[in-house]
C-alpha cells in the first residue's frame, strides 16, 4: 500500500512541476497533500496506518502547510510579475 500511494504522489510531483506550478491554489493543493502524505506512509510501514492520531496530524500538517503556501505565493506575487514580463521579453526576442 505504501508503494502505490508512493507512486501515485510521485505522479502528482510530477504533474505539479510540468503544468500545476503555477495554477495558485490547486498548486497549492497538490504540495500541501504531498507534504501530508508522508506521515500516513510513516504510520503505514509501521503498521498502524489509520490510526486517528495520524489522521489527525495528517490533517493539520496538510491545512499549516497549505496555509504556508498561499502567503508564499502573496508574498511571491511582485517578483512573479516581474519574472513573467523579463521571460516575455525574452520569448519575444527569440521569435523575431
Not at 508512493?6 to 504531498?34: A, D, R, T
Not at 490510526?51 to 517578483?79: K, P, R
Request: charged share 15%; glycine share 8%.
Amino acid at each position: 500500500m505504501a508503494v502505490l500511494l508512493y507512486i501515485i504522489f510521485w505522479m502528482i510531483g510530477f504533474l505539479y512541476n510540468w503544468k500545476f506550478k503555477e495554477k495558485g491554489l490547486l498548486g497549492n493543493l497538490f504540495v500541501s497533500s504531498s507534504v501530508a502524505i508522508t506521515i500516513i506512509l510513516g504510520s503505514i510501514v509501521v503498521g498502524n496506518p489509520w490510526n486517528i492520531a495520524t489522521l489527525i496530524f495528517s490533517m493539520m500538517l496538510f491545512v499549516f502547510n497549505l496555509g504556508e503556501e498561499i502567503a508564499a505565493d502573496v508574498m511571491d506575487i511582485e517578483g512573479d510579475k516581474t519574472y513573467k514580463k523579463s521571460n516575455y521579453k525574452r520569448r519575444s526576442s527569440l521569435y523575431s
